[in-house]
């Protein structure tokens, strides 16, 4: 079975600052992919970053950047320079190659204080 | 670029009345997938088609249903609609190239279904 733990149910982050999401995974596939959505108040998913199981190098998008860590199932996003417009709920996602859905985890919701 | 379109955006239904959401995926994307969200909540999966044939099916009840046309548009029909039906339901579209793991999955804005 698959599953994603996301442990922060709420972080604050000053603007500017830099902040790290946690996310760890379990799956006994090995070859998966890990993403990351942001969701603001207004409801949308925006998909922000992926990695994949076998990709040697961390991802980065900007901003964000991916610290994975396969021996240890985690999947972090870290979030650089925060703005206020950061502030929103992130979810970890993550899917199998036997299969096609996505399993989030139970998500993150970040503010940046000014 | 083009999103993932939904409609309608907002749908308010009493109990045990039928209700049907519409998904158009990205152009060129032959999956599609429906999530439901409720209220705090994580996004659950209910069901996904690829080449308008059913591929995966998770929490979905039997109330409800859903195809995929030719034109790669997918509707989920809801019926005898219930108080926890109240969600934000999701449609997301990919490209599956081969089923590799790569492929993102891009969200639409969702419908917001309200049950009275």
């Known amino acids: 079975a698959q599953k994603i733990t996301q442990t922060q149910p709420g972080m604050f982050v000053q603007e500017k600052e830099a902040v790290t999401l946690d996310c760890t995974y379990d799956?006994?596939?090995?070859?998966?992919?890990l993403f990351w959505y942001k969701q603001p108040s207004s409801g949308e998913m925006i998909f922000l970053i992926y990695q994949g199981s076998y990709d040697q190098q961390n991802a980065t998008e900007g901003r964000y950047s991916l610290n994975f860590q396969k021996a240890r199932k985690s999947a972090n996003l870290v979030i650089s320079a925060s703005q206020l417009g950061d502030s929103a709920m992130y979810f970890c996602?993550?899917?199998?190659?036997?299969?096609?859905?996505?399993?989030f985890g139970t998500g993150t919701s970040l503010t940046v204080i000014p | 670029a083009a999103g993932v379109i939904q409609s309608p955006r907002h749908l308010i239904k009493e109990k045990r009345e039928t209700a049907t959401l519409k998904c158009y995926p990205i152009?060129?994307?032959?999956?599609v997938y429906w999530y439901q969200q409720g209220p705090g909540q994580d996004p659950q999966f209910l069901i996904s088609f690829y080449e308008k044939m059913q591929s995966d099916k998770g929490s979905i009840p039997d109330r409800f249903s859903a195809q995929q046309f030719s034109d790669y548009h997918s509707e989920l029909n809801m019926s005898s609609l219930e108080l926890g039906d109240s969600a934000l339901y999701f449609c997301?579209?990919?490209?599956?190239?081969?089923?590799?793991?790569?492929?993102?999955?891009?969200f639409g804005p969702g419908t917001r279904l309200t049950v009275l």
């Open positions: 997301a579209s990919s490209f599956l190239r081969g089923g590799y793991s790569t492929d993102t999955q891009y």
């Open positions: 152009p060129r994307h032959d999956t």
């Open positions: 799956t006994s596939d090995p070859s998966y992919g």
């Open positions: 996602a993550m899917r199998v190659f036997t299969g096609n859905q996505f399993y």
